[in-house]
């Protein structure tokens, strides 16, 4: 048993916006309670939201004062959390219908990836009734933006350990990263990382399926799992924190981040490599990588400490211009990317890497295949 | 490879609260809300909690008006989410240090299962970080009284595809469901369900490990697992829900559950029995149930309908009388007795049996080795 990611399909939203009206309708939802003249807050906000040539643009399913100011009317950003977590189950149900087709073969396994939304029964377990599947759900939650990783380990597992369920022929995974549903009130978190937090994160919906290597279809590209490897590191633990409030989610990120990533990045590189008998250098100048960019600078530093070229990590760099941070959904859009691109030939060795709280690294090595 | 459950380990709770005390104090803390007469009230309360003799004590790490009115300074039944995830941060991470010593051999993986806080960094993600420990963790979050099916099926694949990550020769399971946490403020639910649900759930503690059965000490017993089966019924989905609200998680439960329990629990016999080519009814009179006790009417349900003698059911009935329902980690603790009994031979055949939203009923097939 090999076990292949394959047949990525990332989920339109319902809504897009250019990180520059962003900017502009920020401004304008926060200029009553910042205390600040005009040109100050337009300096304010240019100097701590991710600038547009990092984040050209993000997607949305749900609207709020920043993304859809014209629907105020449908704006979250001042609900509280039970008001919140039904918008969240009505929108994640509404991209799992997106994503599957009633008459399509069901999976064996459906893996439910997010931190965004907790409800019970899940929106995967709605799909389930309703289609009246007898595919299996699982949730992989509260994992932060590393959710692919627990979540691939997974499927992995259930694919190998099949005997003990029936035999297993294809486990799919479906994120539904809703970060929109905890838009932050204009009123509250004013200060640089509320600001910042703000014009990072995106949303992201995309399903992809974990199947043996030998049914793959044989024009079909997919991502052979080599390695998997997580690793929490000491004295880390408050650096990045996601936790329940009577609103919302909220996260609180300390800048010293990037530097445990860029002082552990290159030996956590060689213990995947290291793990399954093979050596980081020997790939390491002809092989692609998955960085989870967790913000703009998170692809510069593990390129610089890895001693990569721009080529490396493109699509890291692409996917956040192109669609934000969208946490855990985030590593799966890189990887769609990197198997679609032609230019990138079987057999090229492929790192994914992300960061959690704990701080934890994630990460997996595949094979182009 | 075979996965086998072993080295279950309740671990002691804080503090007990006798039903009967409850009763008292519960009635004591609701008297000025109900806009009863005491007469009145006292028969509401009798009528509407769970009977001393279906359960006699609950464990609770978490004070409140209802189970220590004398440390009403602790009292979290008046509190919002962000102060209640707080203090279950707080315990769970007591209850980790409780259940696992620094010096013992760690496991290859930690798998935390809870349906009743959310924090990243997770309990065990500190636990791990704080003992600078390899093991990777995995969250099973939000899966209800269910909650052990799921871990198991996870645990049982991350053993079968040890290649993947290197070999892993224990990986440990991990309840922490703090449902004390949750409790009702004075002022709400004062309707039957509210109650019913006051005097139901305790917390629950338990770690135990999936191994190898080649690896079990020769003296130790332990569950092998033989099946796993998971099934949502259709037209269910709003029977049971477990939702996030601003101040705390919140349960509902129709009384249509038991019925739909009744109506399909011979068929998800069979079927569990089948999927590993065997028979139910050659196994049905000589086998022992692990049936999760949702309330006090499910196991006498299941016992009928399955047409099962007292022996049979013993422990789930007796777990519930010892402890109420802890969710998730019920049904381990069933396990538990069960290798513990010594006139339960070895090879006897274990039916595990829960049930969560959606409805949906989990279940593992297991044999005494």
């Known amino acids: 048993m090999s076990c292949v990611l394959t047949d990525f399909r990332p989920i339109a939203a319902r809504h897009s916006i250019a990180q520059r009206d962003f900017r502009e309708n920020l401004t304008a ?3 009553g309670e910042a205390g600040l003249d005009d040109e100050a807050l337009a300096a304010l906000v240019e100097k701590y939201t991710v600038s547009p040539d990092c984040i050209e643009r993000r997607f949305i399913e749900v609207p709020s004062v920043y993304t859809r100011p014209g629907e105020a009317d449908c704006d979250v950003s001042e609900a509280m959390m039970d008001a919140r977590m039904r918008i969240y ?22 893996i439910h990836v997010t931190c965004s939304g907790y409800n019970s029964p899940s929106p995967a377990q709605r799909l389930v009734s309703e289609y009246g599947w007898p595919s299996i ?26 005997a003990l369920y029936g035999r297993k022929s294809r486990v799919d995974l479906l994120h539904t990263e809703l970060l929109s549903v905890h838009a932050t009130s204009a009123r509250q978190r004013l200060d640089p990382e509320g600001l910042i937090l703000r014009s990072l994160f995106g949303d ?35 650096d990045m924190t996601w936790r329940l409030f009577p609103e919302k989610f909220k996260m609180t990120l300390s800048n010293r981040v990037p530097f445990v990533i860029a002082g552990n990045i290159e030996q956590f590189a060689q213990e995947i490599f290291a793990q399954v008998g093979l050596e980081f250098d020997a790939h390491r100048a002809d092989m692609v990588f998955a960085i989870h960019p967790g913000g703009p600078k998170i692809v510069d530093l593990v390129q610089r400490f890895l001693r990569l070229e721009d080529w490396q990590v493109r699509h890291s760099r692409e996917v956040l211009r192109d669609c934000g941070n969208m946490s855990s959904a985030t590593v799966p859009h890189i990887w769609e990317r990197i198997l679609a691109d032609r230019s990138i030939a079987e057999g090229t060795r492929v790192l994914g890497v992300g960061f959690g709280p704990g701080l934890a690294a994630h990460g997996m090595l595949g094979e182009k295949v």
Chains 1, 2 share one sequence.
């Open 29 to 31: 939802a926060i200029r």
């Open 89 to 110: 189950d009505e929108a994640a149900c509404d991209v799992l219908r997106r994503a599957f087709r009633p008459d399509e073969p069901p999976p064996d396994d459906l």
């Open 204 to 238: 992201g919906l995309i399903r992809y399926s974990a199947i043996d290597e030998r049914s793959l279809p044989a024009r079909r590209s997919g991502l052979r799992v080599l390695s998997l490897k997580e690793h929490i590191f000491r004295e880390t633990l408050d």
């Open 137 to 162: 759900v699982t949730h992989s939650y509260h994992m932060g933006c590393a959710g692919a990783f627990p979540a691939v380990r997974m499927a992995s597992g259930f694919l190998a350990a099949g």
